[in-house]
């Protein structure tokens, strides 16, 4: 049940997030493409009116006369599409002079009837009359004073060697269309794209959260067995030190029987020879070629002998070989504990300076010697 809540929550989390952050950039994005498709838009009016008023200009220079070049660009723009865009020409004093539409032949601009502001904020709103009275070339968004009249986009270019201007115009409703659209699939991608970004991450994460959860399971599992190993081992430590004082005194009761085993050893401390009851060792070590022998109470003493002799001639159910540099007596060891791979570590009661480590080959042999 936690889990399931735990996935819930990492599911909502993830969603939250991807469309917090998809909503912001789905409006930078909107934003900056509008601001791109003006530009597009302005660049492309610009230029089909450069191209218009160099061809008028070309027709002038011919000495032509401007009522029949006036008639030949009416019959070019005349019926044109005016959905998208068109192009018409003004004269000097703002009167329209061609038009796709002809009823608008003869129509006057007046003064602050529109006016022009780029796109960007670097350039303030100009009135669209100046434009024409001054002969400016220049465009941008048209807005008119009156709300009735939409907005546009506009170019205008003037004619060399003429009073004429030509005004190269494009529909900003349709390009709001146009943009309202791009909004559309912008919205509808990102919640597409979204929905499958927050969906695989969410099984992407179930999937990697389940792995782990067995990993852990097992080392879990694996670590219990090794604690209940460790917690047989000590048990069996206490079971066999209890046996062991329980045959010291049936020993030290049953007079007749033989010695067995060495009862003392033979140890140098300092400049003196000293013996040392066997019960009275904790353990042996050597140490740079040197035996050490300590006993319960932490005195330390050496011996002549080696670790191989000194063994042979000790009981093998009180001591045992841990490693090459130590031999262990039953009553000194504290603790076993897991250690590395496989291996035990021993702590033993006087403490050691040097670890008192048991290989993993021969840690079965220690776990019987316990049992003994």
């Known amino acids: 049940m936690k889990k399931d809540k ?45 191209e218009m008023a160099n061809l008028i200009s070309y027709q002038a220079q011919q000495n032509k006369d401007k009522q029949v070049i006036i008639n030949n660009v009416q019959k070019s723009i005349e019926k044109t599409d005016m959905q998208t865009g068109f192009i018409c020409m003004f004269d000097q004093n703002g009167k329209e002079i061609c038009h796709p539409d002809p009823a608008r032949i003869g129509a006057m601009t007046l003064p602050n009837e529109s006016y022009i502001s780029k796109t960007h904020n670097e350039v303030n709103s100009e009135d669209f009359y100046t434009y024409l009275k001054n002969k400016t070339e220049g465009g941008g968004v048209r807005n008119f004073n009156n709300p009735e009249i939409d907005s546009e986009i506009i170019y205008l270019y003037p004619v060399k060697n003429t009073d004429w201007i030509i005004a190269s115009h494009a529909n900003l409703q349709s390009i709001n269309k146009q943009v309202q659209d791009l909004k559309f699939y912008f919205i509808l991608v990102y919640i597409s794209t979204g929905a499958l970004i927050v969906l695989l ?13 067995r990993k852990l399971e097992q080392k879990n599992e694996t670590l219990f067995n090794e604690v209940l190993s460790l917690s ?18 049936l020993k030290t009761t049953d007079i007749s029987a033989p010695a067995l085993n060495k009862k003392r050893i033979l140890t140098n401390l300092k400049n003196e020879i000293v013996t040392l009851e066997i019960e009275q060792i904790a353990y042996i070590y050597m140490e740079n070629t040197i035996t050490y022998v300590k006993d319960i109470n932490g005195k330390i003493s050496t011996s002549n002998n080696s670790l191989e002799e000194i063994y042979s001639e000790l009981d093998n159910t009180i001591f045992f070989r841990a490693n090459r540099q130590f031999i262990l007596a039953i009553k000194s060891i504290d603790k076993i504990l897991k250690y590395g791979n496989n291996q ?29």
């Open 6 to 50: 735990l996935y819930l929550f990492t599911f909502l989390s993830l969603l939250v997030v991807v469309y917090i952050c998809g909503y912001f950039s789905m409006n930078y994005l909107v934003g900056l493409s509008t601001e791109q498709f003006l530009k597009i838009q302005i660049e492309s009016s610009k230029r089909e009116a450069k």
């Open 201 to 213: 991450s969410f099984f992407m994460i179930r999937l990697f959260g389940s792995r782990y959860e």
């Open 232 to 249: 047989k081992l000590n048990y069996d430590l206490t079971s066999y030190k209890s046996k062991l004082e329980s045959n010291e005194h």
């Open 344 to 372: 035990l570590k021993i702590e033993v009661v006087p403490k050691s300076a040097i670890d008192v480590i048991i290989s993993k080959n021969k840690a079965a042999e220690f776990k019987a010697w316990l049992n003994k």
